[in-house]
């Protein structure tokens, strides 16, 4: 039965756009490339509601949120970096492994 339903669905597939994509850039803060290492999980959010969209930046190891102010524009960010993630001043880290 999946067989059928795959076969139904190429000629649709056949037609459909392809996606786009941009040619990769590497993101710096402070004019430093930002490399925190293999595994990591980017997001982009206004977190400090100055209307600019900044990078958060968890990694898998040891597992704390690195936050990248934006002080350039939402066209043309630039990112610096401001500290991990905290909570009543402690960094914020999650389980990984």
């Known amino acids: 039965m999946r ?3 795959l076969l139904l669905l190429l000629p649709l597939l056949a037609f459909a756009d392809l996606p ?3 040619e990769p850039v590497i993101v710096q803060a402070d004019g430093i ?3 925190v290492g293999d595994i990591s999980e980017p997001f982009m959010v206004d977190w400090d509601v100055d209307g ?3 990078l958060l930046v968890g990694q898998y190891s ?3 949120v ?3 102010k934006n002080i350039g524009t939402n066209e043309n ?3 610096t970096f401001s500290n991990y ?3 009543d001043g402690s960094d914020i880290a999650v389980s990984w492994g």
């Open 52 to 54: 600019l969209v900044d």
């Open 77 to 79: 960010p630039v990112f």
């Open 20 to 22: 786009l994509f941009r």
């Open 66 to 68: 690195n936050f990248y």
């Open 62 to 64: 040891p597992g704390k």
């Open 85 to 87: 993630l905290q909570a």
């Open 3 to 5: 067989y059928i339903a």
């Open 33 to 35: 490339n930002i490399d």
